[in-house]
């Protein structure tokens, strides 16, 4: 009620009460750009980032119907993260040889499955390729990171700001949550700590006591799933 009256009292004054909401969620701007650090940090500079992920919140913010409240920070962080990954695809981030990097990390890794008859580990597969450690973690982020802007665009294709778009929301979650459900209990944990709970892949790696590259590696495969039952229809 107190956050209804106080909207109220200043929609009138518009600029003013934008820029109160975004100093109050500017934070959640720094938890979106913490936890695409990794992935981002040799691409465009940090002050272009923030800028990005401040109209992004800007965006949310106008385009929430009314004063946030508890599901505000939610749907603000899907916006700045989004707007985040518009900017790297708009700028082409992945150098082309980090592309075929990526391509070649993956059939690697199944080759070397199929020999081994196991998962490879970071070690196996870092020298299957020729590369050290950070490298093959580069190469893998990439990979993560395609993979999720392929979700974006397919979430965003079409979609006009409508009247209804909140039931579109409402249905794409409920999409998503049914496609989740059908995850290992692991991989459920994760895709809930990076996107419900912000934290980023080396902070995951350390809660379900798994490798940076793993956890990489897992949430890319979640991506993959997500992408691949989108683009197909998945079940209604």
Not at 106 to 134: C, I, K, Y
């Amino acid at each position: 009620m107190l956050l209804e009256q106080e909207w109220s009292r200043d929609c009138d004054a518009g600029t003013h009460n934008e820029s109160y909401w975004l100093n109050q969620y500017l934070p959640l701007v720094k938890r979106v750009l913490g936890q695409l650090r990794n992935q981002v940090n040799t691409v465009i500079d940090a002050d272009d980032l923030s800028q990005i992920g401040i109209m992004g919140l800007l965006e949310a913010i106008r385009r929430y119907g009314g004063p946030p409240d508890e599901g505000f920070a939610g749907f603000a962080f899907k916006r700045v993260r989004g707007a985040i990954l518009d900017e790297l695809r708009r700028h082409d981030w992945r150098p082309r040889q980090l592309r075929q990097q990526s391509h070649q990390c993956a059939q690697t890794e199944r080759e070397l499955m199929r020999s081994l008859g196991r998962r490879p580990t970071e070690t196996e597969l870092a020298d299957a390729m020729g590369v050290e450690m950070d490298e093959l973690r580069n190469i893998l982020y990439a990979g993560q990171m395609a993979e999720m802007d392929s979700l974006q665009q397919l979430l965003e294709h079409g979609h006009e700001p409508a009247q209804d778009e909140a039931l579109d929301r409402l249905e794409q979650q409920r999409h998503i949550r049914a496609l989740l459900g059908r995850l290992p209990e692991r991989e459920q944990r994760l895709m809930s700590l990076y996107y419900q709970h912000d934290l980023n892949m080396k902070e995951i790696a350390l809660v379900l006591d798994l490798t940076e590259s793993r956890v990489c590696q897992l949430h890319k495969q979640c991506l993959a799933l997500l992408n691949r039952e989108f683009a197909q229809g998945g079940e209604k």
